[in-house]
C-alpha cells in the first residue's frame, strides 16, 4: 500500500545526485584521512567562537533592547537585527545604497537564513521558466524543480551570465511562462563575479519582460558571497535595487559566510510590496520567526564586531586562495586546462583536459576508491578519499563532463597540498 503524496512529495522521493554522491562518504568520513572539498563549509576558523558567547551574554542581560530573547519573535524578524543590518550597510556603504534608501526598503528575516527565504519564493511565484547562470547554485536549482519550475541555465563569462546569450533565448521562448530571474552575483560553483554593467542589463531585461507580459517579472539577486570579495582589485559590487525601476528588485544576503552558517541569518532587501507580505506569512507558516537569541547575537554581532570580523576572514580567505590556485597551477600541470574563481568566496571550479569527472567515471572511481582493484581502492581498509563536486551536477553545458568544483573553505592548505596529488593521481588512472 502506498502513501498518497503531493507533487512535491513525488518528485522529493528521487534524491537528487548531490545528496545521493555525498550521502556514503558523509555516513562513513574518516576525519584525519578523507579529505572533504566537496561541501560548501565555511572555515572553522574563520567563526567567531568567543565573540558569540559575549554576544549571548550582552543580549541576555539587556532586556530593554533585546526583549523576549528566548522566546517567539515576529516573522518579520527582530527590529534590533532589521537595524543593525541597515546601519551595517550605511557604515560601510555597501552596493551604494545611501541612508534614505535604506530607510525606504524593507529588511525581512527568514526563518531559516538566506536558503529558507529561496525556499519561500518557490512557494509563491507560479512556476514556469527560472533564468539563471550555467554553472548554477546547485541546491537551489534542485529545489525549484523539486517544485516544478524549469530551469533556464544561460551560460556565463568571466563576468557573470552572458546577457547576450539571454537576450537571444529570450526571442526563441514562449516568455509568458517565465518565473523570475535567480542571479547569484558571485556564483557558487564557479566564484564568478558578475559585473555592475550586467547587473544593470539583468534588471533592464526585466523591466522590458515585465512590460511586455504587464506583470511585474522578479529578479532576485543572491549576494551570499558578496561579504567575502577578498580580492581588493574587484570594483566594489553596486546594489541591484539602485537600477530598480519597477520594485521587482530583491537582494538576498545571509550571515553564513561572513560570521557563522549555524546562526542561520538570512535577510531579504527588497520595497515593500505583496512579495514581502507573502515571505512573512510564509515565515509564519513554517516556524512563526527565526530563533530570535540568534537574532539578537548577529545583531550584536553587527553592532560591535563586524569589522574586525570581515577583515580576519577576508584575509584569511584571500591568503588561501592565493596559496592553492598556485598548488592547482604548479601540480596539476597540463591536466588543469582552466580554472576559474579565487577573488571571492571559497570555491575554485576546474576543467580538466579530457578527463571526466561525473559519478562512475574513473577519475570519480579512484577518488571514491571503488575502481574494484585492492592495489587503488586498499584492502581490507580504504585508502584515503576525496569529496569534490562534480561539473555534471551544477551544469548542463557538455563541457561539466570534464568539471570540479573545490571548495577551499573549510580544508588546511596542507590537507590541499594532498588533495591536488590525489587529484592528479586519479588524472593519471582516469588516462592509463
Ligand atoms: C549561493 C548561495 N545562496 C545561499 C546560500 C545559503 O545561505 P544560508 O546559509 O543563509 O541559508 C548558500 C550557501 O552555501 C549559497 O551558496
Known amino acids: 500500500m502506498e502513501f498518497k503524496l503531493s507533487a512535491y512529495g513525488k518528485r522529493s522521493s528521487v534524491p537528487s545526485a548531490v545528496n545521493e554522491m555525498t550521502g556514503d562518504f558523509a555516513d562513513n568520513f574518516r576525519e584525519g584521512i578523507d579529505i572533504n572539498l566537496g561541501v560548501g563549509y565555511v572555515n572553522d576558523k574563520t567563526i567567531p567562537a568567543k565573540e558569540i558567547i559575549k554576544a549571548y551574554n550582552k543580549v541576555i542581560h539587556d532586556p530593554e533592547k533585546y526583549r523576549n530573547v528566548l522566546n517567539y519573535g515576529g516573522a518579520e524578524g527582530s527590529v534590533a537585527l532589521r537595524n543593525s543590518i541597515r546601519n551595517y550597510y550605511i557604515r560601510n556603504n555597501i552596493g551604494g545604497l545611501t541612508e534614505k534608501e535604506l530607510t525606504d526598503y524593507r529588511i525581512l528575516i527568514g526563518s531559516d537564513g538566506a536558503t529558507s527565504i529561496l525556499d519561500s519564493f518557490a512557494d509563491i511565484i507560479d512556476p514556469g521558466y527560472v533564468i539563471t547562470a550555467d554553472p548554477y547554485y546547485y541546491i537551489y536549482t534542485e529545489t525549484l524543480k523539486r517544485?516544478?519550475?524549469?530551469?533556464?541555465?544561460?551560460?556565463?563569462?568571466?563576468?557573470?551570465?552572458?546577457v547576450d546569450i539571454l537576450k537571444k533565448t529570450l526571442s526563441n521562448i514562449?516568455?509568458?511562462?517565465?518565473s523570475f530571474?535567480?542571479?547569484?552575483?558571485?556564483?557558487?560553483?564557479?566564484?564568478?563575479?558578475?559585473?555592475?554593467e550586467r547587473k544593470k542589463s539583468l534588471v533592464e531585461i526585466s523591466v522590458s519582460l515585465s512590460e511586455k507580459l504587464k506583470r511585474k517579472v522578479p529578479v532576485i539577486f543572491d549576494k551570499a558571497y558578496e561579504d567575502i570579495i577578498h580580492d581588493t582589485e574587484v570594483p566594489l559590487p553596486v546594489s541591484g535595487l539602485k537600477y530598480n525601476t519597477l520594485d521587482n528588485v530583491f537582494e538576498l544576503g545571509t550571515l553564513s559566510k561572513v560570521i557563522a552558517p549555524a546562526l542561520r541569518i538570512g535577510y531579504l532587501i527588497a520595497k515593500d510590496n505583496i512579495i514581502c507580505k507573502l515571505l512573512i506569512q510564509r515565515t509564519s507558516d513554517i516556524g512563526f520567526s527565526a530563533s530570535l537569541i540568534n537574532q539578537e547575537i548577529a545583531s550584536w554581532l553587527l553592532d560591535h564586531h563586524i569589522q574586525i570580523q570581515k577583515e580576519k576572514v577576508n584575509l584569511g580567505y584571500r591568503h588561501k586562495s592565493l596559496a592553492i590556485q598556485k598548488l592547482l597551477k604548479s601540480k596539476l600541470g597540463n591536466y588543469l586546462s582552466d580554472l576559474v574563481g579565487g577573488s571571492a568566496?571559497?570555491?575554485?571550479?576546474?576543467?580538466?583536459?579530457?578527463?571526466e569527472t561525473n559519478g562512475g567515471s574513473r577519475f570519480n572511481k579512484f577518488l571514491s576508491r571503488t575502481t574494484g582493484d585492492p592495489a587503488i581502492d586498499g584492502d581490507p581498509v580504504k585508502l584515503p578519499r576525496l569529496i569534490y563536486l562534480p561539473g555534471t551536477v551544477c551544469s548542463i553545458n557538455p563541457a561539466a563532463k570534464y568539471q570540479l568544483r573545490l571548495s577551499y573553505g573549510f580544508e588546511d592548505i596542507d590537507v590541499f597540498e594532498k588533495a591536488i596529488d590525489l587529484i592528479h593521481e586519479a588524472c593519471d588512472y582516469s588516462r592509463s
Open 147 to 162: 517544485k516544478g519550475f524549469n530551469l533556464l541555465p544561460i551560460e556565463e563569462d568571466d563576468r557573470g551570465i552572458r
Open 174 to 178: 514562449d516568455i509568458g511562462k517565465i
Open 345 to 355: 568566496g571559497f570555491y575554485f571550479y576546474l576543467t580538466l583536459d579530457r578527463i
Open 181 to 196: 530571474l535567480y542571479i547569484v552575483t558571485v556564483n557558487n560553483p564557479t566564484g564568478t563575479i558578475l559585473s555592475n
